[in-house]
């Protein structure tokens, strides 16, 4: 598993009967989780007073229960600034255990000798992006939906990484990637994290266990001839570590070299002592640093 532990801006304080008690920044946030399966004592008295808990409708979605949290605010990972909001969906704008991939796409744009040319698909609010631009790399940003890019240009701003080399772009990802195979783009790193379902512009149906072999086979025509890294991201149930392995083995090493490695990521629990699992990622590296 590899564990995002370096947070001081967020913690995952508790876990138990499907959900989990979080602070971010000053605040707590009660959310559930399919991960937690368990029901444990709830020891912690922020479960008995949290700023905001997201309630689950019988009918399906659901709302935030909020006392007195803004509608958004700022949380640090060193020297990212990132902008949290409560969302529906109970999402907050940023997902914590990916930070642990933000570390290593650091050490591989920083380690590489060049200035990397990196393609982030399906970028969300930006978390992978600007990471990567703070690391000296040259980045192009891409999410089909226009809020979350505005939010990752809001998220580039406090960071102070506004005047970085980003191109922000609002597209479905296929025809995107498509387009600059077409135009003899070429990128020098990959970054995805596709959803596990979807609807594309013209309601073509997105489904990650039927379509995801294919287009990362499409993306590999999108590299450069000697690209460094590939992160693929996965957050389906069911879809284990070991499939992306065997994904990347075969589309990337095959044509490239290099080799793959994947785990679950995880969050460490402060009362527990153990670790939630949260998705999955595979990191495809033509070169070890």
């Known amino acids: 598993m590899w564990v995002s532990d370096k947070w001081t801006d967020y913690e995952l304080i508790d876990c138990s009967g499907g959900e989990k008690l979080e602070r971010w920044g000053k605040f707590l946030l ?18 008995e007073k949290p700023d905001a808990v997201y309630k689950r409708s ?19 990972y060193g020297d990212l600034r990132f902008n949290v909001k409560p969302m529906n969906f109970k999402h907050t704008g940023l997902f914590p255990e990916q930070a642990v991939n933000w570390e290593f796409l650091r050490r591989k744009i920083s380690g590489a000798g060049r200035e990397l040319n990196v393609l982030n698909l399906f970028a969300y609010t930006g978390g992978a992006t600007v990471a990567a631009a703070a690391a000296g790399a040259r980045v192009c940003h891409v999410d089909a939906a226009r809020g979350m890019v505005a939010w990752a240009r809001e998220n580039a701003k406090s960071s102070g990484l506004e005047a970085r080399p980003v191109r922000w772009i609002v597209d479905d990802c296929a025809k995107f990637v498509e387009r600059e195979i077409r135009r003899g783009r070429r990128y ?12 594309g512009p013209s309601g073509e149906v997105w489904k990650l266990e039927d379509d995801l072999f294919r287009f990362v086979s499409l993306c590999a025509d999108v590299l450069s001839d000697e690209p460094e890294f ?19 083995e075969t589309i990337f090493t095959k044509r490239f070299g290099g ?3 994947s785990a679950e990521l995880g969050l460490p629990v402060t009362e527990s002592g153990l670790f939630l699992p949260c998705g999955a990622t595979c990191r495809w590296q033509r070169r070890a640093t």
């Open 58 to 76: 019988s009918t399906g979605g659901g709302r935030w229960e909020r006392r007195d949290v803004p509608d958004s605010w700022s949380v640090s």
């Open 30 to 47: 009660v959310r559930p989780d399919p991960q937690v399966i368990w029901d444990t004592p709830r020891r912690h008295p922020g479960w």
């Open 259 to 261: 080799f793959s490695e």
């Open 230 to 248: 590939v992160l693929i991201n996965a957050y389906t149930t069911g879809l284990s570590a070991s499939t992306l392995t065997y994904i990347a």
């Open 188 to 199: 020098d790193a990959l970054i995805m994290d596709p959803p596990s379902y979807g609807r």
